[in-house]
Nanobody, 122 residues
Framework: QLQASGGGLVQAGGSLRLSCAAS????????VGWFRQAPGLEREFVAT???????YYADSVKGRFTISKDSAANMVYLQTNTLQPEDTAVYYC??????????????????WGQGTLVTVSS
C-alpha cells in the first residue's frame, strides 16, 4: 500500500517535500508517479520516476519540482520549490508496473495512495 504525506500550508515561493511510502520494497520494480488534483479540475500529471531512476516532469513544474527515490527505504519524494498558488491541489502518488520513463496518464497507474493536500497562499 502507498501512503503520501508532507502536504501543508505554505506561502508563495515556499517549499515542501512530499513523501510516498510503500508498505514493502517495490520502488525498484515499478514506476512511481505524482499527480495532483485541484478542486473542480481533472487529475493531472506532475512527475514520474522509472524503476531505473529516469525522471520526467510536467512542463508546469519543470525546474521547480524534483522527484527522487530511496528504494531500500521504500520511499519516493517530491521536492517542491518556488510554490505558487496554482500548485494548490491534493497530491497523489501511484505505481505502475513497467520499465518505461514516460508514464504520464493517470489511468496507466494501477495502485494509488491517498492524497496529501498542498495549499499555497499568495
Amino acid at each position: 500500500q502507498l501512503q503520501a504525506s508532507g502536504g501543508g500550508l505554505v506561502q508563495a515561493g515556499g517549499s515542501l517535500r512530499l513523501s510516498c511510502a510503500a508498505s514493502e520494497r517495490t520502488f525498484d520494480t515499478v514506476a512511481v508517479g505524482w499527480f495532483r488534483q485541484a478542486p473542480g479540475l481533472e487529475r493531472e500529471f506532475v512527475a514520474t520516476i522509472s524503476r531505473y531512476g529516469g525522471t520526467y516532469y510536467a512542463d508546469s513544474v519543470k525546474g521547480r519540482f524534483t522527484i527522487s527515490k530511496d528504494s531500500a527505504a521504500n520511499m519516493v519524494y517530491l521536492q517542491t520549490n518556488t510554490l505558487q498558488p496554482e500548485d494548490t491541489a491534493v497530491y497523489y502518488c501511484a505505481t505502475k508496473r513497467g520499465s518505461g520513463n514516460y508514464y504520464v496518464i493517470a489511468r496507466q497507474y494501477e495502485n494509488w495512495g491517498q492524497g496529501t493536500l498542498v495549499t499555497v497562499s499568495s
